[in-house]
Nanobody, 124 residues
Framework: QVQLVESGGGLVQAGGSLRLSCAAS????????MGWFRQAPGKEREFVAA????????YYADSVKGRFTISRDNAKNTVYLQMNSLKPEDTAVYYC?????????????????WGQGTQVTVSS
């Protein structure tokens, strides 16, 4: 069982930065692929970024590539999402997720555990 708690969301102006954190409980954190997803009002949840258990494989949605960076610290059971050059269209609730095994890292159904989400609002 893994419990995930996100933090770091907030209100920021366009062009600004935020760093999201996701703290995980459980002794097997370093065996999970970790992902970030987001959901804007009236829209479906969408993939943002994912990182393999070792950090050796990293994936991004095209919409955030070059602006967002995902990383993890297995010693701290934490995964991060550094978000730079934020745009109003990045406004959403951001969710952290953990997958014991995933073939399609961008598919939300492949993830076993989810956090409660943290709101990110980017003003124009």
């Amino acid at each position: 069982q893994v419990q995930l708690v996100e933090s770091g969301g907030g209100l920021v102006q366009a062009g600004g930065s935020l760093r999201l954190s996701c703290a995980a409980s459980g002794r097997t954190f370093d065996s999970y692929t970790m992902g970030w997803f987001r959901q804007a009002p009236g829209k479906e949840r969408e993939f943002v970024a994912a990182i393999s258990w070792s950090g050796g494989n990293i994936y991004y949605a095209d919409s955030v590539k070059g602006r967002f960076t995902i990383s993890r610290d297995n010693a701290k059971n934490t995964v991060y999402l550094q978000m730079n050059s934020l745009k109003p269209e990045d406004t959403a609730v951001y969710y952290c997720a953990a997958a014991h095994y995933t073939r399609y890292y961008y598919v939300s159904d492949e993830y076993d555990y989810w956090g409660q989400g943290t709101q990110v609002t980017v003003s124009s």
